[in-house]
């Protein structure tokens, strides 16, 4: 559960990142961030576990796109 909490906090955080970015689209070319499908219940899982998901990412925007870090929010 810590870890799902986690990945929903980190997502959280691109997302206020990516409406920022969305918002000065107009004034250059940018990369917009797509994540197809951004949150992901693991739902129960005994301690000590490992979970694994794989999320899809895009760029719909004019500029290259750089995911410099990436971790459990």
Do not use: C
């Amino acid at each position: 559960m810590r870890m799902l909490g986690s990945i929903l906090w980190g997502f959280l955080v691109l997302f206020v990142w990516v409406g920022y970015t969305h918002a000065e689209v107009e004034k250059e070319a940018l990369p917009i961030i797509e994540v197809e499908m951004p949150f992901y219940g693991f739902g129960r899982a005994p301690q000590g576990e490992v979970v694994k998901h794989e999320f899809r990412v895009f760029n719909r925007g004019s500029a290259s796109l750089e995911i410099k870090t990436v971790s459990p929010g």
